[in-house]
């Protein structure tokens, strides 16, 4: 039981690392996120102006940013994967859990990335105030577990389609709204300074959120893999 869990983890680990080291070399998928980024926040910020926003406004267009710059890069995990004809090698060497867990953990380091990237940029920008920075983290890092969880197997479905182009976030949107309702409140709440225990039901979704989403799309990966 050990040594099939250590195989299983190395596989993970070396799948990760793959595509690590092949983002180094190209910084696709890191360049499309962090210069889409960018470019909305500087646009947001010179259109607003000094317009004052309410907290709940810049907890909205937060999380916009994030949402549309991760749809730029998040799906390149697998679509990479198709172009350079690569899949069916990986099929070869490699368990489809293996796989889905290995690419679910790169774009989970990606978009952390772009979200260190984002929010000095935002709070900066947009003069976006932080009461409660700890149920911000937590409201944050659940978030981005659970539009991982998500758009991982998404991405995998995309890859497979002829017809690529805006079709990620066409998909993305209608999974991933009530996630992006839940994270709305729970920062609007945390840039407002809500306790903890104000904050523990959009905790509580945000985390049956992605646990239900991990678990689908854990399942359902191996069949659309072999597809």
């Not at 907890?59 to 069916?88: C, D, H, N, P, R």
């Not at 796989?99 to 952390?112: P, S």
């Amino acid at each position: 039981m050990g040594t099939k869990s250590s195989t299983w983890t190395s596989r993970v680990s070396a799948l990760f690392l793959k595509d690590f080291k092949s983002e180094l070399r190209t910084r696709y998928s890191l360049n499309a996120l962090v210069m889409f980024a960018v470019i909305t926040l500087t646009v947001v910020s010179f259109s607003i102006g000094m317009f004052s926003l309410s907290s709940k406004i810049k907890s909205s267009l937060f999380w916009i940013v994030i949402f549309f710059s991760a749809m730029s890069g998040l799906a390149q995990v697998f679509i990479k994967e198709e172009e350079a004809k690569t899949s069916t090698l990986l099929k070869l060497v490699a368990s489809p859990e293996s796989i889905f867990a290995g690419k679910l953990l790169y774009n989970l380091v990606l978009l952390l990335f772009l979200e260190i990237v984002i929010v000095p940029l935002f709070v900066i920008m947009l003069g976006f105030s932080i009461l409660n920075f700890w149920l911000f983290l937590c409201v944050l890092v659940l978030g981005s577990l659970g539009l991982v969880c998500a758009t991982t197997i998404i991405a995998a479905i995309v890859a497979k389609a002829s017809v690529k182009g805006a079709l990620f976030a066409v998909l993305s949107f209608p999974i991933l709204l009530p996630l992006l309702v839940t994270v709305i409140s729970g920062t609007n709440l945390a840039s407002e300074g809500a306790s903890f225990s104000q904050g523990l039901r959009d905790l509580q979704i945000l985390f049956s959120y992605a646990v239900v989403m991990f678990v689908a799309s854990f399942l359902l990966f191996d069949f659309v893999w072999e597809e």
